[in-house]
């Protein structure tokens, strides 16, 4: 077997277990038919995986099903106490959070998704699908919309094709993109929550590259006069964090 060859097995053997922990990244647990489904694995490739996953402590056997093992956690908790604590992340999303009354969250792209790295919550409890370590498609809602709009268009038209979206769908979301830049947020509301609305604003790095977006989240019905306000907070907030490696 050639070099080229070998390489090129190798590569896709970790496409795959990436594509297998991707999977327990968003599900609590998930059987090995799951997974197969979720990925396109053969069933007993998957079980195969599994097992290595499980002894090296990535995953482990709950009952019928698997879930993260200690491993992934202790990652999510080096993540947490390291990389993340060292940054300027929390303290401006708690100034955030203070200044507007309202949750506050950092994300970030992940593949076809949005996971929520970090969030402050409000004054007032809002329900919301975004609490930390959440993750949501990128196709609906402030956050996606501003994540989108500063992708680059290879990496939106891999998003478009994984959901399947239908052309018109998709000329849709490529005709709003402008006008989030220009404006440097978006809004919405009730797109993933009834009766929630939120601001996302752009943090880019310096070469202008997209390292994710701040968002406020707030209840729709109680704040429409504050909305120019959120709006000017939370574009403030991803200026201060935008520039350089936060």
């Known amino acids: 077997m050639s070099a080229d060859a070998t390489s090129g097995n190798s590569g896709r053997t970790t496409d795959?277990?990436?594509?297998?922990?991707?999977?327990?990244?968003?599900?609590?647990?998930?059987?090995?038919?799951?997974?197969?489904?979720?990925?396109?694995?053969p069933v007993s490739t998957v079980y195969r995986m599994l097992d290595r996953l499980s002894a090296t402590g990535f995953v482990q056997?709950?009952?019928?099903?698997?879930?993260?093992?200690?491993?992934?956690?202790?990652?999510?908790?080096?993540?947490?106490?390291?990389?993340?604590?060292?940054?300027?992340?929390?303290?401006?999303?708690?100034?955030?959070?203070h200044e507007s009354?309202?949750?506050?969250?950092?994300?970030?792209?992940v593949g076809t998704e949005a996971l929520c790295v970090d969030a402050v919550e409000g004054a007032r409890v809002l329900r919301c699908c975004y609490t930390r370590g959440a993750v949501r498609p990128l196709l609906r809602g402030a956050t996606a919309e501003a994540l989108l709009a500063h992708l680059p268009e290879a990496r939106r038209r891999e998003v478009y094709a994984a959901y399947r979206l239908p052309a018109e769908q998709v000329g849709t979301l490529e005709a709003a993109h402008p006008l989030v830049r220009a404006q440097g947020v978006a809004v919405s509301e009730s797109a993933l929550?009834?009766?929630v609305w939120g601001a996302s604003a752009p943090v880019l790095g310096d070469s202008g590259a997209l390292n994710g977006v701040v968002t406020v989240m707030a209840p729709a019905a109680l704040?429409?006069?504050r909305r120019p306000y959120y709006v000017r907070l939370v574009k403030e907030a991803a200026r201060d964090l935008s520039g350089g490696t936060i």
Request: aromatic share 6%; no cysteine.
């Open 16 to 41: 795959r277990l990436l594509g297998v922990l991707m999977v327990f990244a968003e599900a609590e647990r998930a059987t090995a038919s799951e997974v197969s489904e979720a990925t396109g694995i």
């Open 61 to 97: 056997r709950v009952g019928t099903a698997y879930g993260a093992g200690p491993v992934a956690v202790r990652f999510a908790e080096k993540y947490r106490n390291g990389a993340l604590e060292r940054t300027a992340i929390g303290p401006r999303l708690e100034r955030l959070s």
């Open 101 to 109: 009354g309202e949750l506050a969250a950092f994300m970030v792209p």
């Open 223 to 225: 704040t429409e006069r």
């Open 193 to 195: 929550d009834e009766g």
